[in-house]
């Protein structure tokens, strides 16, 4: 019971307390259901290898993973963008089941009860445990409230059901993440640095050189003396395909009108509020009026004057009397009218202690418990000894040994009826009851020093809204442009023109949102489904969309024509580069000041040219560095092509520290970029991976 509430309290758990176990997760499963993963016809998601993906079987393990985050967090919404997030750690994680299933079958990984039992409540506890098992009144990790938590499931004296599927999970995830923990350790582990490379890249990644050098920049070559052709830029492309490689793309252009209010019902909306004002003030209950009317809800809170930025009125609720109305005022899309009802001083924290009751199972446990709750109150507040009575009938093992002491604690710690309780409705000294998710608490408040001015609001929000008429029009203009653009040459005339504002965007099949529409799966889904010409209209997310697709481009390579301007650019710095070594000679000058002399420029210095982040003349020259370290000192290297311009360099001189024999930090750097999911990634090239999840998500 306590752990439910503990859990629903920490909203943070979301998809990525677990992303990291979807490996074992779907790995164990897949193990002993491989034979399901294909299917028939085109009812594919995809194809890793030989193996075919089917759309049931991903469906499967899609569904399986979001029962374990609600599990965790029975509050969680998946919006498109976290169910498409959801949906790539699954496709990913079976493809690992794909590639390396059969592997780890073979080497019996496994996790012992100790293992387990350690992670959970012993000297390694993992961090799904420290987060899931945090003590609810502490916030903190507590191995023993941890323990008595899983024994209380596992010995059967804890039968709650969401306690008892929250542990299993728990145990479930924490094992199958050790799993993969260990897999990845033996493939690090795998991985071999020698010393000789360890020490270079110790000794070079403090390496630093006193150059003098002279620049020739490519921009002083005129685009005059250079001549580019179609064939010097495929040379180029076909030479360095590997960077211009991309994933399939469609080109979209689209028209969107928005669906707001329009101004007769902002004005009408305005009335509507103007006439339940009226009714607001006749009301002879606030909270029950906010709750038939109000579009949100406010609870009991107490807000001061800064958390009440940006309202006209925040400064009159400090000094009117108690009872104002407040007439409707818009901010954020919405209407609101607002009512006075209490201003009082708060403290900043309170410290309190507490006699934790349970949750009772019957009517009858249900007024023992509560006779027991008034006879202790009386107690306490005849002066009774509260840490005795904590001792002996206080179910919070993480306190009562401590006398219930919960310490001090800031508002929005607690659970919102024992915050609200704490710090809006008692005051110090005072002894009393309030009912959690946790059970009956008996509190008594020891500290509570009012500081702040506070005020209780009652409000009545109503989001304005767009007419069902306001739909309709917005709907016949739609209509109206499509009827007039139903042509890709109408629809392309139109985003020539200046009439209609028409965006053009490339989008991957994968994408959710697009800038300025947000999130709109179904238009890419159908853009990906369609041919270049097509048109098709969308309403989402309170907007009419006309959308066109323009053109595509494959997966691979990307053709001349996509990537021209980019690749014009590398090929006139090259051309330029042969030009300016022209002019030099072909084996530079015997000193820099005789080439100085030559060709009128300057000689510069850099006293402090650093191996790892070569920075000359505000650019990362990676190339001249790596000549530079590689000369003598005193010599004076050949014209080198930079990013931007020619060097000559002469090396003064270069400082590589000797490295120690200490070189398991440098061992392990060296590693970190061939790490195991590194060579997933790897690995999934090798074997092939058609990713036809587009078609139906």
Do not use: C
């Not at 029950?288 to 006209?312: H, N, P, W």
């Amino acid at each position: 019971m306590a752990l439910i509430g503990s859990i629903r309290k920490r909203t943070g758990l979301l998809i990525g307390v677990i992303a990291i176990a979807m490996f074992a997760f779907l790995l164990m499963d897949g193990l002993s259901s491989r034979n399901r993963m294909g299917g028939a016809g085109n009812q594919n998601v995809g194809k890793i290898g030989h193996q075919k993906i089917s759309a049931q079987y991903f469906d499967q393990k899609y569904n399986a993973y979001e029962e374990r985050i609600r599990t965790f967090n029975p509050q969680f919404e998946s919006d498109e963008a976290g169910r498409a997030q959801v949906r790539d750690l699954v496709w990913n994680e079976i493809a690992a089941d794909v590639i390396l299933g059969k592997e780890m079958e073979d080497m019996g990984l496994e996790v012992s009860l100790d293992e387990l039992g350690n992670a959970i409540y012993g000297t390694n506890v993992h961090p799904y445990a420290k987060s899931i098992l945090a003590n609810p009144n502490t916030g903190q990790y507590d191995p023993e409230f941890a323990y008595a938590v899983v024994q209380g499931v596992e010995n059967g004296s804890n039968t709650t059901p969401g306690d008892i599927k929250i542990i299993t999970q728990l145990k479930s995830l924490i094992k199958e993440t050790l799993v993969k923990e260990k897999y990845s350790a033996l493939f690090n582990k795998g991985m071999y640095v020698p010393d000789f490379l360890a020490k270079d890249a110790k000794q070079y990644s403090l390496a630093s050189a006193d150059v003098a050098y002279i620049y020739f920049p490519y921009a002083e070559v005129s685009n005059d003396e250079i001549t580019i052709t179609d064939k010097d830029l495929q040379a180029y492309l076909s030479k360095n395909a590997e960077a211009y490689k991309k994933e399939a793309t469609k080109e979209i252009q689209y028209y969107k009108i928005d669906i707001v209010p329009s101004a007769e019902d902002t004005a009408q909306a305005l009335k509507e509020m103007q006439d339940l004002m009226v009714e607001f003030k006749d009301a002879k209950n606030d909270s029950m009026f906010v709750r038939k009317y109000s579009d949100e809800l406010y609870g009991l809170v107490y807000f001061t004057e800064d958390q009440l930025a940006g309202d006209v009125n925040a400064a009159n609720y400090f000094t009117d009397e108690i009872g104002t109305y407040y007439d409707p005022t818009f901010a954020d899309g919405a209407f609101t009218i607002t009512r006075l009802t209490d201003r009082k001083m708060l403290p900043d924290s309170v410290k309190a202690r507490h006699i934790l009751l349970p949750q009772p199972r019957t009517i009858e446990e249900r007024d023992s418990l509560q006779a027991l709750a008034d006879s202790l109150v009386e107690l306490i507040k005849n002066g009774a000894d509260f840490a005795a009575l904590a001792e002996i009938h206080s179910t919070d093992e993480s306190n009562k040994s401590k006398g219930g002491d919960l310490g001090y604690f800031t508002q929005g710690v607690m659970t919102p009826p024992f915050n609200d309780a704490a710090f809006y409705v008692y005051k110090q000294g005072d002894a009393y009851q309030v009912i959690t998710s946790f059970g009956l608490h008996i509190v008594k408040i020891d500290a509570a020093k009012p500081v702040h001015p506070a005020v209780r609001l009652a409000k009545v929000t109503r989001k304005l809204k767009f007419s069902k008429q306001t739909e309709k029009d917005l709907l016949n203009v739609q209509n109206e442009f499509r009827k007039d653009h139903s042509t890709p040459e109408q629809f392309e005339a139109a985003a020539a023109g200046n009439e209609y504002n028409i965006t053009t965007v490339e989008v991957t099949s994968t994408q959710t949102d697009i800038p300025g529409l947000g999130p709109v799966r179904e238009m890419v889904r159908w853009a990906f489904k369609e041919d270049v010409g097509s048109i098709g209209g969308f309403d989402i997310n309170d907007q009419y969309i006309v959308a066109y697709i323009k053109s595509e481009a494959k997966e691979g390579v990307q053709p001349l024509a996509a990537v021209k301007g980019e690749i014009t650019q590398k090929v006139a710095n090259e051309k330029k580069a042969e030009i300016i070594k022209a002019q030099i000679g072909k084996d530079g000058a015997a000193n820099l000041q005789e080439l100085a002399s030559k060709t009128g420029k300057e000689v510069k210095a850099n006293a402090a040219v650093n191996y790892s982040y070569p920075t000359l003349e505000g650019g990362d020259e990676q190339k001249v560095a790596g000549v530079i370290f590689g000369m003598k000192e005193g010599e004076v290297s050949a014209p080198i092509s930079g990013k931007t311009g020619v060097f000559v360099v002469q090396l003064n001189s270069k400082d590589i520290p000797q490295a120690d024999d200490n070189l398991a930090a440098q061992k392990r750097s060296l590693k970190t970029p061939f790490n195991y999911d590194a060579a997933l990634e790897e690995m999934k090239e090798d074997a092939g991976v058609k990713d036809m999840r587009y078609m139906f998500y």
